[in-house]
């Protein structure tokens, strides 16, 4: 068997962390459980991670990659910028409907941080890092599709990470509930973030009543 290199250790670990903070809770999972859950011994958990909060880190970065990876694929541009966005929207409900467990995670490892002393950055850092991911699919978004922003892009990823935190949160507690109201709720969520981005066909319109006035 070849031998891994520290970022393939330092991936297995992550998602063994995630699977078993999933599973058991946050404060349950000791690194014991998580070298277990990733065949290997302590010492290599040890060699990989240096502390706690490193891990933690890694465990948030991981989970926001999982979906943002899905999302950066539904959002290749489409005929409208309209439906461009309620692709990815679309595609996030979904990564929240079929991985509950997973986004569950993300608000325990919050209220973790949170109240674990010396460990207060690393709920900053995930909202940062909610942010940083946004700011990135809007410009990422903006290179391929002709639109101008109405509102600074960090306010717009800013607003998008504290929207989609609700939406997630709403869906995780009312579950199969959510489920038939949810093409409501992501049409109106679309046309909101539509009118703060302006799309093409609005801004001829505009240009084209400017001319004949």
Request: proline fraction near 3%; aromatic fraction near 8%; charge should be negative.
């Amino acid at each position: 068997m070849a031998r891994q290199s520290l970022a393939e250790r330092r991936r297995q670990l992550t998602e063994a962390a995630i699977r078993a903070m999933t599973r058991d809770g946050v404060a349950r999972t000791t690194t014991r459980s998580i070298a277990a859950e990733a065949g290997v011994s302590l010492s290599v958990f040890h060699y990989c991670f240096d502390s706690k909060q490193v891990l933690l880190e890694s465990v948030i970065e991981a989970i926001t990659e999982h979906y943002i990876t899905v999302v950066k694929e539904a959002i290749r541009p489409r005929a409208t910028l309209r439906e461009t966005v309620r692709a990815g929207f679309q595609a996030y409900w979904d990564h929240v409907h079929a991985h509950p467990g997973e986004h569950m995670l993300t608000y325990e490892l919050t209220q973790y941080a949170l109240r674990q002393p010396g460990f207060e950055h690393l709920a900053r850092r995930q909202y940062e890092l909610y942010a940083d991911t946004y700011t990135g699919l809007i410009e990422e978004l903006g290179r391929s599709m002709d639109f101008e922003l109405r509102v600074p892009a960090p306010t717009l990823a800013r607003y998008l990470a504290a929207m989609t935190d609700g939406l997630t949160l709403s869906l995780l507690v009312l579950g199969k509930d959510a489920v038939p109201a949810s093409a409501d709720i992501l049409d109106t969520i679309t046309e909101h973030v539509a009118s703060l981005v302006g799309d093409e066909p609005a801004r001829q319109s505009t240009e084209v009543a400017g001319g004949t006035a």
